[in-house]
């Protein structure tokens, strides 16, 4: 069940009520001196939960340039080796 937000028009307050999908729109002030009516405010809706042991920007490529990505690293020479250590003689 959803939670909704709403705003009296005539005191300002702003609330949030734990509302079912199928529930009518509330339509009086809670406060007890006021007697206005309630908007429903539009939400933004949930936010976004990653979970799991990672996220990254290359997870979603397009084949395209995974494809493009392997060509260049077989073109590209090998990385120069390090020098064999001399041997005391």
Known sequence: ?????YECQKCGKRFEVFQSMSEAK???????????TVKRLLGTGGGIIFKGSGFYQTDYRSSSYTAGA?????????????????SAE
């Not at 069940?1 to 937000?5: A, G, I, R, V």
């Not at 509330?26 to 206005?36: F, N």
């Not at 392997?70 to 001399?86: C, I, Q, R, T």
């Open 26 to 36: 509330l339509t009086d002030c809670p406060q007890p001196d006021c007697d206005g």
């Open 1 to 5: 069940m959803p939670n909704y937000d």
């Open 70 to 86: 392997k060509a260049d690293g077989a073109s590209a020479p090998p990385p120069p080796s390090a020098p064999a250590p001399k």
